[in-house]
Nanobody, 124 residues
Framework: QVQLVESGGGLVQPGGSLRLSCVGS????????MGWYRQAPGKQRDLVAA???????TYFDSVKGRFTISRDNAKNTVYLQMNSLKPEDTAVYYC??????????????????WGQGTQVTVSS
């Protein structure tokens, strides 16, 4: 059973940066397409960035050019570098296998249990 642990969130001013990390324990996540999701209060959880097993990346339009997803298979870890943050990026961020659509790419498959997420708040 894979356990996903997200970290790196916090309070940041508009225009600032954060780097989120997601460590998988209990199983090797390197053979999965992985994604970062976010959920703002009262809204659904959306897939905003995905990285395939081979390292190809896709992004939700509103984060393209500002967010970068990457992975380190040796560390069983997925990252999300977030730059030029905006108040509308405020949400709880989660990682999991990539399932759903982001941009013009659809991902299918099963998901692990969700972790606790990490809160990102962008405010002055």
């Amino acid at each position: 059973q894979v356990q996903l642990v997200e970290s790196g969130g916090g309070l940041v001013q508009p225009g600032g940066s954060l780097r989120l990390s997601c460590v998988g324990s209990g199983s090797d996540i390197s053979n999965n397409n992985m994604g970062w999701y976010r959920q703002a209060p009262g809204k659904q959880r959306d897939l905003v960035a995905a990285i395939t097993k081979g390292g190809s990346t896709t992004y939700f339009d509103s984060v393209k050019g500002r967010f970068t997803i990457s992975r380190d298979n040796a560390k069983n870890t997925v990252y999300l570098q977030m730059n030029s943050l905006k108040p509308e990026d405020t949400a709880v961020y989660y990682c999991n296998t990539a399932v759903g659509q982001v941009a013009n790419t659809k991902f299918y498959g099963s998901q692990y249990n969700w972790g606790q997420g990490t809160q990102v708040t962008v405010s002055s």
